[in-house]
């Protein structure tokens, strides 16, 4: 059996949806699995072991010019190349207009999406064969994912052991090991600063001040300030500037050689963003906080994980700007997040 996977975007919501490879290859032995990806995200799944293929698209750049000639062009010649894979079944696990038509264009008759009121665009429900409803229990971005992929194969996914796998190179494992070897002898922090939307970020003053707290409380720590924009970048030496000594901007890095350090680092702190759910799916701990979104859709789960929601009744607005901004990053307190950080590094903050 031959499957397509149709989930471009965003970072975390494609490390949501590993599990789904690990559901079909337990559903299906021998099942050949390709995957439609965001052409910036490809390295993320390029050489895994569950893919058969991955098909790199530009998806974000499809959606902002959906009738220029150079999107159609782009789109048949991806149609062109699936039909060619003679899938046997589709998932449409992204639910907009440019997923929807990708599926379409597939050239496989039995394409599986979610119903209306669990899609991104009302239109990606006229391009799937088979639209499945989102239930109450299954909220949670991973299950939503899950469900739709078990329907075909009869299987209860909630009794199986499923995990997402992530993939480095040994050049990535050895630059992640030279670069914890430059650092202190204590535990070593991602604080993730950035975010898709102003929605889903954090105060550099909150930033500053919890990291003053860690560094206060643990002793020969080192804090670590990834970055993806130029803006990004700015704030994040802003933010290493004011917490002081022990807090450090890495270099830009590759989504691989990301993955390679965060699965030796002990904690990562951020929002509602990629990096925290690469982090969760590695094993690392996290301590996550959600305004704009909600964390009971999309929180990593588990005792390693501690999730703060914003307690605004406004909170999952899922707006990209608000006249509130303000008022709601100030309701995810310092004093919040550094007893998240103390309840999951306890043992070791005993030292």
């Not at 989930?7 to 290859?25: A, C, E, M, R």
């Not at 058969?52 to 009738?67: E, G, Y």
């Not at 702190?269 to 704009?292: C, E």
Request: proline share 5%.
């Amino acid at each position: 059996m031959r499957v397509l996977i149709i989930k471009p975007s965003s970072l975390g919501d494609v490390i949501q949806t590993l599990p789904v490879l690990d559901f079909l290859h337990q559903a299906v032995p021998g099942v050949e699995i390709d995957w439609v990806i965001e052409e910036s995200l490809q390295g993320l799944l390029a050489g895994h072991p569950q893919l058969s293929q991955v098909h790199p698209v530009p998806a974000a750049q499809w959606r902002k010019q959906r009738f220029s000639a150079k999107t159609w062009r782009g789109v048949s010649a991806l149609r062109k190349t699936l039909c060619e894979r003679a899938y046997d079944l589709v998932f449409d696990l992204q639910g907009d207009l440019i997923s929807g038509v990708i599926s379409r264009y597939s050239g496989c008759a039995d394409r599986f999406g979610f119903e209306r009121d669990a899609v991104l665009e009302p239109l990606n429900t006229w391009c799937n064969t088979r639209l499945i409803p989102v239930r109450r229990q299954e909220y949670h971005n991973v299950d939503r994912c899950l469900r739709l992929a078990s329907i075909p194969f009869a299987k209860d996914f909630r009794t199986m052991e499923l995990a997402g796998h992530l993939v480095s190179s040994p050049e990535d494992e050895a630059n992640a090991e030279a670069l914890l070897a430059t650092l202190a002898d204590g535990l070593v922090f991602v604080f993730h600063h950035g975010a898709a939307q102003p929605t889903e970020a954090w105060s550099e003053k909150g930033w500053t001040e919890l990291g003053r707290e860690v560094l206060d409380r643990f002793h020969d720590a080192t804090i670590l300030l990834p970055w993806e924009s130029e803006a990004e970048r700015q704030a994040a030496f802003s933010i290493a500037a004011a917490i002081g000594p022990g807090c450090r901007v890495l270099d830009r890095l590759s989504l691989k050689g990301m993955a390679a350090l965060l699965k030796k680092v002990d904690l990562v702190v951020g929002g509602d963003a990629g990096l925290v759910q690469m982090a969760a799916t590695l094993g690392t701990p996290t301590v996550s906080f959600y305004r704009g979104t909600l964390a009971k859709r999309s929180a990593p789960r588990g005792e390693a994980h501690v999730a703060l929601q914003s307690p605004m009744h406004c909170a999952g607005c899922l707006r990209a700007h608000c006249d509130k901004d303000t008022k709601c990053r100030d309701s995810i307190k310092v004093e919040a997040m550094l007893s998240a950080v103390q309840r999951l590094l306890a043992p070791s903050g005993n030292h």
